[in-house]
């Protein structure tokens, strides 16, 4: 089981663990031992979490979350299977709990009298300089 806070635990029937081959260091042990895991958890089969949690999990922009809404996290960061087990496992705990409070709804604010004073006398000036730019006598159409 993932703790993921005090009222949400990830089940490990939820959880599905491979180990595969690694990448980069590790001398004669990357040719013949699996090393590295790749953890998949499905966000729809999942009972452990509220709807609210899966709907923002689905909708937010990983490339660790497919379409279908698999969560794929490749842990290969140590040499031993088991932190790298450990590792997944936390990342995955990590991605779960940055959307388990919902964002804060915008709120939308009126420009100051004194901003829209400031763009408006910004306006006047820049116009004013383009008009000194301009060669006498030049007339417009």
Do not use: Y
């Not at 635990?9 to 990357?30: F, H, K, L, Y």
């Not at 031993?80 to 705990?93: I, K, V």
């Not at 709804?105 to 910004?122: F, G, I």
Request: aromatic share 2%.
């Amino acid at each position: 089981m993932i703790a993921v806070s005090e009222s949400i635990v990830i089940p490990e029937q939820d959880i599905t663990e491979r180990a595969i081959r690694s990448s980069g260091p590790g001398g004669q042990n990357v040719n013949k031992v699996s090393t590295a895991i790749e953890l998949r958890f499905f966000i729809w089969a999942c009972a452990a979490l509220p709807d609210a949690v899966k709907q923002r999990l689905a909708k937010k922009r990983d490339q660790r979350i497919t379409e279908s809404g698999e969560i794929i996290i490749q842990a290969q960061r140590f040499r031993s299977q088991e932190q790298n087990r450990e590792d997944a496992r936390q990342r995955l705990a990590a991605l779960v709990r940055s959307v388990l409070e919902p964002p804060k709804p915008r709120v939308a604010t009126k420009p100051t009298r004194a901003s829209q004073r400031r763009r408006l006398e910004n306006k006047r000036a820049h116009g004013t300089l383009k008009q000194q730019r301009q060669a006498p006598g030049a007339s417009e159409d």
